[in-house]
C-alpha cells in the first residue's frame, strides 16, 4: 500500500508540539473559563498524538504477527514472546491493530481525508469503520470541517442515520425523525430491539409506533420490544419449556393481552438461569463425589485427619445436600440429587 504509506507519512511528518506551558491552577487572576480552554487545547494535543502513535503502532504490531504467520514458530508463539518482552499484553495488541485497520480502511476507500485523522479520537476512529457506509460519509464529512469527533459524535450520527432509514420503522416515524420533530436518540433504540426480533411479532408494534407517533409511545415500544426479545432467546434455551402441553407463543400473547410482559420474560429468564445452576451444581457435586472417593482409598488409619476431612465433606458429597443459610446453622437448605 505505497500510496496509503506515503498519505500517513506525510499526515504523521509533523509531529505535534508536546512541551506546552499549562495553567497555573493557582492562578487566582485567570478565569475559569480560559482556565479550561487552556487545559481542553493541551488535552487535544495529546490525543492528537497518543492516535498518530498508536496508529503507527497496530501496524507494527500487525506486521510482526503476519510476519509470524509466514516463517515463526506456528500457533502464534514468536508473537507471543515478541509482545512478552515489550511487556504488551495481547488484548492491548489486539486493540492497536484494529486501530491500524480502522485506519486503513478508511484512507483506502477514500472515506477520510489523511488530514482529517487528528480530529478524531481512537475510540471514535474504530467506531467509524465499524459503521454502514452512509455513516462513515456522515462522520467523514463532520471531520473535514474541522469538528471534533468523538465516539459520542459517531453514534449520534449513526443513530440519525438509523432513525431516517430503517425499513423496520413506519413512514410516519422516519419522516419525523428526518425532520427533527423526533429525537434520534428516542428512535434509533426501538430499531435495535426490532432488529432482534422476528418478523411475526414486528407488525403490532410497527402498527402502534404509526398511530401515536411520539416520544412517550417510543420509549414504551422499545420496553415492550426489548421484554419480547429476552422472552423469546430465554425460551429457546430452556428445556423445561419444551414440553408438548406448552404453548409458549399463546403464553406470549395472553402476557401481551394482559400486560405482564415484562413479568412473564423475567420468568422465563430466571427459568433459565435456574436449569443453567443445577447443571453446573451436577456436575460440580460428581466431580466433589469422585475426589472424594480417590481420597478416600489413598487414607487410613494414619491420616485421621483427612478422613475426617473427607467425613465432614460428605454432607455435600452424597445424595442429599445440607447447606447452611447462616452462620448458626439454625437455617439451612437440602437438596437431594437423583440421578439415573
Known amino acids: 500500500m505505497p500510496d496509503l504509506q506515503d498519505e500517513l507519512i506525510e499526515v504523521l511528518q509533523e509531529p505535534p508540539d508536546l512541551d506546552f506551558d499549562l495553567p497555573n491552577p493557582e492562578d487566582e487572576d485567570l478565569p475559569d473559563f480560559e482556565f479550561l480552554q487552556q487545559v481542553d487545547r493541551a488535552w487535544l494535543v495529546c490525543d492528537r498524538f497518543n492516535l498518530q502513535t498508536d496508529i503507527w503502532r497496530g501496524r507494527i504490531l500487525r506486521a510482526v504477527r503476519d510476519r509470524e504467520k509466514i516463517g515463526g514458530e506456528g500457533r502464534g508463539k514468536g508473537f507471543l514472546k515478541w509482545l512478552s518482552e515489550r ?14 485497520n480502522s485506519a486503513d480502511t478508511l484512507l483506502e476507500q477514500g472515506k477520510l481525508d489523511p488530514n482529517s485523522i487528528n480530529n478524531f479520537s481512537k475510540r471514535a476512529f474504530v467506531e467509524t469503520a465499524n459503521s454502514p457506509v452512509e455513516v462513515q460519509q456522515l462522520v467523514a464529512s463532520a471531520a473535514q ?7 459520542r459524535e459517531v453514534k449520534q450520527l449513526s ?3 438509523m432513525a431516517m432509514t430503517s425499513e423496520l420503522l413506519p413512514e410516519e416515524v422516519r419522516d419525523l425523525a428526518a425532520d427533527h420533530s423526533l429525537p434520534a436518540r428516542h428512535v434509533a433504540p426501538l430499531v435495535r430491539e426490532l432488529e432482534k426480533l422476528p418478523e411475526n411479532h414486528l407488525k403490532e408494534i410497527q402498527r402502534e409506533a404509526a398511530a401515536s407517533p411520539d416520544v412517550e409511545t417510543l420509549k414504551q415500544l422499545t420496553t415492550e420490544a426489548r421484554n419480547l426479545s429476552k422472552y423469546i432467546d430465554a425460551a429457546s434455551q430452556v428445556q423445561t419449556l419444551q414440553d408438548p402441553a406448552l404453548d409458549l407463543e399463546m403464553a406470549l400473547e395472553e402476557a401481551l393481552r394482559i400486560g405482564s410482559l415484562s413479568v412473564a420474560s423475567d420468568l422465563v429468564k430466571q427459568a433459565a438461569q435456574l436449569e443453567q445452576t443445577v447443571t453446573k451444581l451436577y456436575t460440580t457435586w460428581k466431580r466433589l463425589s469422585s475426589q ?4 478416600y482409598v489413598d487414607t487410613g488409619a494414619s491420616t485421621p485427619n483427612l478422613r475426617s476431612l473427607i467425613t465432614i465433606v460428605e454432607r455435600i458429597s452424597g445424595p442429599v445436600i445440607e447447606v447452611p443459610l447462616d452462620e448458626h446453622g439454625e437455617h439451612s437448605v437440602r437438596l437431594q440429587i437423583l440421578s439415573d
Do not use: M
Open 87 to 100: 511487556e504488551i499484553s495481547k488484548s492491548q495488541a489486539y486493540s492497536l491493530i484494529e486501530l491500524a
Open 145 to 151: 470541517d474541522g469538528d471534533r469527533i468523538t465516539r
Open 159 to 161: 443513530d440519525e442515520w
Open 292 to 295: 472424594a472417593d480417590r481420597l
